[in-house]
Structure formats: structure tokens, C-alpha cells
């Protein structure tokens, strides 16, 4: 394939982290590539609100999981928080560190493996917590157990995205607490961010303060939860410090703890796709070989229209406009209409950026698609598969 086929860097959408000066045209697709660069980029800033605050960042793994990746970010971050067994069993035996655990249904059939796996178990409601309290207190490990509470204050416009609204089934709230069955209980939980700045975190904590404060003084450790995008260009660094330090001065027995996920690996991957044939029905459609629903799932449900390097959502006389679809049999495969500086043509490949995170956590094999395959951008330059799919793993998930 010729390096004509990839598409060239135009306006508006600029490309801040130069993955236009790399050369993908030997790339099979499609296929995940995660810079360890630019993840690096992300741990330094985690690394660093650290160190100026003490408190202790937690990697989501619903976010990002890519375990090949695990050895680079266990250098610079506590451990990593879990919502499943299998997550929780992923974080224990292959980052290593504290393994954080929250989920609304524990039951007789996980609860053991939940222990056995976790350093912190959040319970989401004191039924659940009187329900396992004994198996807790008279487990062989020692676990330390929080309470999820629920603030009552929404800071995300997406109501699906929003544990916080009204009737959430997420935590604890005010008038729901139960003082009286604090005992054996050592942390408090909240959650209620997605993307958003240091300044919903302050306006978050006045509430949880407020509703929840008479309780901290008994207590060992609170969590933040995650929802911060500590590692984006604007995102206000310094104000998320003086909330943590302005909160360890006002409590400072506590230990705080902060689970982002996106924050990890924000920016860090793209994902390479081709073009497999241009089509025409009022509009030009190019049909790719990447798909929303089963690739980048977010793409739907957010939704969102993801960025393309060297493509435009802007119309305009010197672009060529296109419809990008996938390839599954699904009407709305449906990534969305893009202008390019010359027509598209097949074989052509594009450039998905920030397809590190809720990417492969999220992939299915609907419709009997083909997974992307894996592959990190070394420091050096060079370009390692770390792993492929094929039938099998379409094959074992049914039966």
C-alpha cells in the first residue's frame, strides 16, 4: 500500500500530539495502537498531583485495561479500582498494589472471590453491607469496607452518565443513611463525574461535606471517585490540588483516593482503520472496516463524533464529504459524516483518535465482527502486535 493512501493532515481539527509524523501504512487493520509516550505523558501529571497533594490515584480498569500496558502505569500510580470479579482478579494478580472494589450486587456466589481479590471493598447500600458483614469480620484477610453515598448533586448533563439524578440506584443518601450500622465500616465513596473539571469536583465535595461530614471523623478513607479529566489541555490541575489539600487540612486522618480512567490513557491510542468501499445514496458513504457499535461502542451511546486525523465535521468548497459506516448489518453503524481535503478512495486508511479508553473494555463481536487487533507505539519508535483475534474468540463466547 502506497503512502498516498493515507489520508493528509488538514484544518480544522489539528492533531496536538503529532501522530501524523508516524507511518501506518504496513498496519493490517483495524487495529488499537497505544503510545507509550503519550501515556507516560498522562502518569507524569497523575505523578505529580500525587506528590503535591498525598493522595493516591486508582486506575479505573472499566476505562482501560490493556494489562500489556500495566507495567508502565504501576510505576506511577496506587493500584487499581475494580467493579467486577474479574476485574478485581485482573488488577490483583497483574498490576499489583491495592485493588479497590465497588459493586451494587454482591452476592453468596461472588463474595468470596470479591474478598479474595480486593484490598477495599465500597458497598453500594446497607442491606448489602448488613447482608456480608460477618463473611467481612470473619474472613481470613483482612479487608477494609466503605459505604457509597449518593450527593444528591448532579454535575453531568448525560442522564446516563449521571449516578447522581434522580431515582439512581448508586449509593447512599442523606436522609437513606443509617448511622447506627457504621461499625466495621472504615471509607466513604462518592461518584457522580464523567469528563468533567476540577471545578465540579469543589462544587461536588461542598455537598458531600454538608450531607455526610458529621460522619469523616471516624473514619480512615474517602474516594473521590473518578470522572476526573485530570490529563486533558485545559483541565485545571492546580485547583484539583488545592481541593485535595484544602480537604487533607480539614480531615487529616483521612487517606483520599481518586479513581479516574479516562485520565489514563486520554489521548494515548488511535485506532487505524481502511477503507473498504465508497458507495452512493443521496450522499457518498464510505464503508469502513471498523465499526461504531462494535468498536467504538461510545460512538452511540454517548453519543459522540469522534475525531479523524486530517478529516472535518465542517463543510466547506474544498472538501469532499462522506458518510462513514460500518460494516456490521446494523442500519445505525453509523460513525458519522466527514469532509476530506481530497476524495476518498478504496484502501484508503483513517485515523480514529482517543480510542484508548472504553474502546477494547467495550468491543463485541456482533454480527460475527472481528476484533481489532492490539498494538503499542514503543518509545523507540517501533511498532509491537501485542494481539490479534480471530474466530475462536467469536466461537467461545457462544455456545
Keep these: 500500500m502506497s503512502k498516498d493512501n493515507l489520508i493528509p493532515f488538514i484544518e480544522p481539527w489539528i492533531d496536538p500530539e503529532g501522530w501524523n509524523a508516524h507511518d501506518f501504512e504496513n498496519i493490517e487493520t483495524p487495529c488499537y495502537i497505544v503510545s507509550e509516550r503519550r501515556l507516560e505523558k498522562n502518569l507524569e501529571i497523575l505523578k505529580y498531583v500525587q506528590q ?6 486508582l486506575m479505573a480498569l472499566k476505562s482501560f485495561s490493556m494489562f500489556s500496558m500495566f507495567p508502565i502505569i504501576r510505576g506511577f500510580l496506587a493500584g487499581s479500582e475494580a467493579s467486577s ?7 490483583a494478580e497483574e498490576f499489583g498494589g491495592e485493588t479497590h472494589s465497588f ?14 481479590y480486593s484490598d477495599h471493598l465500597v458497598f453500594n447500600s446497607f442491606s448489602q453491607w448488613n447482608r456480608f458483614r460477618d463473611i467481612i469480620k470473619n474472613s481470613e484477610k483482612k479487608v477494609s469496607c466503605g459505604i457509597r453515598v449518593n450527593p444528591e448533586h448532579s454535575e453531568t448533563e448525560n442522564p446516563l452518565y449521571d449516578p447522581s439524578g434522580p431515582n439512581s440506584h448508586f449509593g447512599v443518601t442523606r436522609r437513606n443513611f443509617e448511622p447506627e450500622n457504621m461499625e466495621g465500616i472504615e471509607g466513604l465513596h462518592f461518584h457522580n463525574l464523567c469528563e468533567l473539571n476540577a471545578d465540579a469536583l469543589q462544587r461536588t465535595l461542598q455537598v458531600v461535606e454538608q450531607n455526610f461530614g458529621e460522619f469523616l471523623s471516624d473514619l480512615k478513607w474517602i474516594n473521590f471517585g473518578g470522572g476526573h479529566h485530570i490529563t486533558r489541555k485545559d483541565y485545571d490541575v492546580a485547583l484539583l490540588c488545592d481541593i485535595i489539600s484544602g480537604f487533607k487540612s480539614r480531615y487529616p486522618h483521612l487517606d483520599i483516593y481518586l479513581e479516574p480512567g479516562e485520565a489514563i490513557a486520554l489521548n494515548a491510542g488511535i485506532l487505524v ?9 443521496k450522499t457518498d458513504i464510505a464503508v469502513l472496516d471498523v465499526s461504531a ?17 486530517g478529516a472535518s465535521a ?7 464529504m462522506y458518510k462513514l459506516v460500518g460494516p456490521t448489518c446494523l442500519t445505525g453503524d453509523i460513525i458519522g459524516d466527514y469532509g476530506f481535503q481530497d476524495p476518498l478512495s478504496i484502501g484508503n486508511k483513517l485515523i480514529f483518535m482517543n480510542m484508548a479508553i472504553y474502546t477494547m473494555v467495550k468491543n463485541t463481536t456482533f454480527n460475527g465482527i472481528n476484533l481489532p487487533s492490539i498494538a503499542i507505539l514503543k518509545k523507540s519508535g517501533g511498532l ?9 474468540d467469536f466461537k467461545s463466547r457462544l455456545s
Design 85 to 91: 470479579v474479574f476485574e478485581a482478579r485482573l488488577g
Design 384 to 392: 509491537e502486535i501485542v494481539k490479534e483475534f480471530g474466530y475462536a
Design 52 to 57: 503535591k497533594t498525598g493522595a493516591k490515584i
Design 314 to 320: 465542517i463543510p466547506g468548497n474544498d472538501t469532499h
Design 103 to 116: 459493586s451494587p450486587s454482591y452476592s453468596e456466589k461472588n463474595i468470596d472471590d470479591f474478598i479474595k
Design 293 to 309: 457499535t462494535t468498536h467504538m461502542p461510545d460512538v452511540l451511546e454517548m453519543p459522540y463524533l469522534p475525531t479523524i486525523l
Design 273 to 281: 482503520s481502511s477503507v473498504i468501499d465508497i458507495t452512493r445514496n
